[in-house]
């Protein structure tokens, strides 16, 4: 006969979802936005209220995210006649932000987060060294060679981004490829305080290179191996810049 | 970029041969029976008519950039509103299109560097535009002219069936996209194209392989997997060592290494049989 489960796994299942998640989605949400320049410089929020229920979030929860926002010096909030939230797009450069974005990761989520980027790019690689033909490598190659020619840190880590995506596509997986997609749009933007790094660029492009050649070959557990140490060493030097702050 | 032209649909201007000729030739008897004629006639009726629904975006837009030119101006955003009405149509007309559009050449619209008047059906069957960041500054994905779907039209001059591939641009579905050049004054203006999601392909195809004998699957022109009935050669997968262009070339069924292939006649997709 099957019993239920007991014990932390299955009380997780059914705790109800944390409050502090929606914060933590609701600050990413609208720090990306003013970091991509969606919302501008100054422009005003909406009230409280109607931003709440445009997020589909409760107020309290909203007041939460504001204020991690404000600390972040990302919204200013204007009491009285004329005021509520504004945007403010901080003084400080980019690189400033990154790691006051990545000061909100743990070493431990960073090392978790390299894990599953790692399964899947070394799953992707063994793959398509399987279901890949000399004529799909073209997109991989082309993406290789912009990065090792990348000048500015923002365009090396989206390409770093585009090889690992096309990577999962070339192992002929939509799966794989969505979830890939989902973890750049998380981890991309921090790659850029490994990127600017002129040494490690020239190490990420080389092990690109190397992925394509085993990837080529049909050497599944090369292509494997290859992709994960890209990605570990990146994550490394991500922690290692994590260990600073 | 990849420019295989096995990709293109070479026998697209070839009548239709009469079936009744398979049997003779080099081809032993047994090569390509009727049902196996009949599987690969109702696969190339499926994907000509979702070529029909590409053919009418090519004309439409075609007819709207002339007359725009007529009008002694270059065409904007804003004119590409107008195949919205057809687009919509062919999306909920034909059920293997789950996406239609066109798609301009950088560099064709005044207001845009580069543009994709994309449409999608969405899963409680209504209809979506595709909104892409084109922004090269933001987007790693803005230069979309290297995908089969765009490449292989350009520069052939002719339709092409790109895929299957993972589409991460628009669909993030495993996909063919077929697609055909737009050209106004007699220069390449982009592409109209539609997609076709896999899982559909196999839904429509999948009964057809079933009924045959031995196990079947079909694939492209570079042996790619585009649907299958054999367990162990499944979609995505590669069919390594046979040259299935020159089957294709050849628009006759042939047998090679205890495998039948059947080629369609006017897509470029091949039955493959196990003869065993």
Not at chain 1, 18 to 36: C, F, P, Y
């Given at each position: 006969?099957?019993?239920?489960?007991?014990?932390?796994?299955?009380?997780?299942?059914?705790?109800?979802?944390?409050?502090?998640?929606?914060?933590?989605?609701?600050?990413?949400?609208?720090?990306?936005?003013?970091?991509?320049?969606?919302?501008?410089?100054?422009?005003?929020?909406?009230?409280?209220?109607?931003?709440?229920?445009?997020?589909?979030?409760?107020?309290?929860?909203?007041?939460?995210?504001?204020?991690?926002?404000?600390?972040?010096?990302?919204?200013?909030?204007?009491?009285?006649?004329?005021?509520?939230?504004?945007?403010?797009?901080?003084?400080?450069?980019?690189?400033?932000?990154?790691?006051?974005?990545?000061?909100?990761?743990?070493?431990?989520?960073?090392?978790?987060?390299?894990?599953?980027?790692?399964?899947?790019?070394?799953?992707?690689?063994?793959?398509?060294?399987?279901?890949?033909?000399?004529?799909?490598?073209?997109?991989?190659?082309?993406?290789?060679?912009?990065?090792?020619?990348?000048?500015?840190?923002?365009?090396?880590?989206?390409?770093?981004?585009?090889?690992?995506?096309?990577?999962?596509?070339?192992?002929?997986?939509?799966?794989?490829?969505?979830?890939?997609?989902?973890?750049?749009?998380?981890?991309?933007?921090?790659?850029?305080?490994?990127?600017?790094?002129?040494?490690?660029?020239?190490?990420?492009?080389?092990?690109?290179?190397?992925?394509?050649?085993?990837?080529?070959?049909?050497?599944?557990?090369?292509?494997?191996?290859?992709?994960?140490?890209?990605?570990?060493?990146?994550?490394?030097?991500?922690?290692?810049?994590?260990?600073?702050? | 970029?990849?420019?295989?032209?096995?990709?293109?649909?070479?026998?697209?201007?070839?009548?239709?041969?009469?079936a009744?000729?398979d049997g003779g030739g080099t081809a032993p008897a047994t090569v390509g029976t009727s049902r196996e004629q009949?599987?690969?006639?109702?696969?190339?009726?499926?994907?000509?008519?979702?070529?029909?629904?590409?053919?009418?975006?090519?004309?439409?837009?075609?007819?709207?950039?002339?007359?725009?030119?007529?009008?002694?101006?270059?065409?904007?955003?804003?004119?590409?509103?107008?195949?919205?009405?057809?687009?919509?149509?062919?999306?909920?007309?034909?059920?293997?299109?789950?996406?239609?559009?066109?798609?301009?050449?950088?560099?064709?619209?005044?207001?845009?560097?580069?543009?994709?008047?994309?449409?999608?059906?969405?899963?409680?069957?209504?209809?979506?535009?595709?909104?892409?960041?084109?922004?090269?500054?933001?987007?790693?994905?803005?230069?979309?002219?290297?995908?089969?779907?765009?490449?292989?039209?350009?520069?052939?001059?002719?339709?092409?069936?790109?895929?299957?591939?993972?589409?991460?641009?628009?669909?993030?579905?495993?996909?063919?996209?077929?697609?055909?050049?737009?050209?106004?004054?007699?220069?390449?203006?982009?592409?109209?194209?539609?997609?076709?999601?896999?899982?559909?392909?196999?839904?429509?195809?999948?009964?057809?392989?079933?009924?045959l004998p031995g196990?079947?699957?079909?694939?492209?022109?570079?042996?790619?997997?585009?649907?299958?009935?054999?367990?162990?050669?499944?979609?995505?997968?590669?069919?390594?060592?046979?040259?299935?262009?020159?089957?294709?070339?050849?628009?006759r069924p042939v047998a090679a290494g205890g495998l039948r292939l059947v080629?369609?006649?006017?897509?470029?997709?091949?039955l493959?049989v196990d003869g065993h």
């Open positions: 006969m099957k019993q239920p489960t007991a014990g932390g796994a299955r009380r997780a299942v059914f705790a109800p979802v944390d409050n502090l998640a929606r914060v933590e989605a609701v600050v990413h949400r609208l720090s990306d936005a003013i970091q991509l320049g969606l919302l501008a410089d100054g422009e005003q929020l909406p009230g409280e209220s109607e931003l709440a229920g445009q997020l589909g979030v409760s107020t309290v929860t909203l007041r939460e995210a504001l204020m991690a926002l404000r600390q972040q010096g990302l919204v200013i909030t204007r009491r009285g006649r004329g005021g509520g939230s504004f945007v403010s797009l901080p003084e400080t450069p980019g690189d400033e932000r990154l790691r006051v974005r990545l000061r909100g990761w743990t070493t431990e989520e960073l090392r978790d987060l390299g894990d599953h980027w790692a399964a899947l790019s070394g799953a992707a690689a063994r793959l398509a060294a399987e279901r890949t033909e000399p004529d799909d490598l073209g997109q991989l190659r082309r993406t290789a060679e912009e990065l090792a020619k990348a000048a500015d840190t923002a365009t090396r880590s989206r390409l770093y981004g585009r090889f690992h995506v096309e990577l999962a596509a070339a192992a002929q997986s939509a799966r794989l490829t969505r979830e890939q997609v989902a973890l750049q749009a998380e981890v991309g933007a921090l790659l850029c305080l490994v990127l600017g790094d002129d040494e490690h660029r020239e190490e990420v492009a080389d092990r690109h290179r190397s992925v394509i050649s085993a990837v080529q070959d049909g050497a599944h557990a090369t292509a494997g191996t290859l992709a994960e140490e890209c990605v570990r060493e990146s994550t490394a030097r991500l922690v290692a810049v994590r260990l600073t702050l | 970029m990849s420019s295989s032209p096995g990709l293109v649909g070479t026998a697209a201007t070839a009548p239709p041969r009469d009744s000729a009949r599987v690969v006639a109702l696969v190339d009726g499926w994907l000509e008519a979702v070529f029909d629904a590409v053919a009418q975006t090519r004309a439409d837009t075609a007819a709207l950039l002339a007359r725009v030119a007529a009008e002694g101006r270059r065409p904007a955003t804003a004119d590409l509103a107008a195949l919205r009405p057809g687009l919509h149509l062919r999306l909920t007309r034909d059920e293997l299109v789950s996406g239609v559009g066109f798609v301009a050449a950088p560099g064709l619209l005044t207001d845009v560097p580069a543009w994709l008047e994309w449409w999608q059906s969405t899963a409680d069957g209504g209809v979506r535009p595709l909104l892409l960041d084109l922004d090269p500054a933001q987007s790693a994905y803005s230069d979309y002219t290297h995908w089969d779907w765009f490449a292989l039209p350009r520069d052939t001059g002719r339709r092409a069936v790109a895929g299957p591939y993972v589409d991460y641009l628009c669909s993030d579905e495993y996909s063919l996209t077929l697609s055909a050049p737009v050209a106004v004054a007699g220069r390449f203006a982009g592409v109209a194209a539609a997609d076709v999601y896999l899982r559909h392909f196999e839904g429509a195809v999948l009964p057809l392989l079933r009924e196990p079947a699957r079909l694939v492209n022109a570079r042996g790619r997997v585009a649907a299958s009935a054999d367990p162990a050669r499944l979609a995505g997968s590669l069919t390594k060592g046979t040259d299935f262009q020159a089957v294709l070339e050849g628009g080629p369609c006649r006017r897509v470029p997709l091949v493959v």
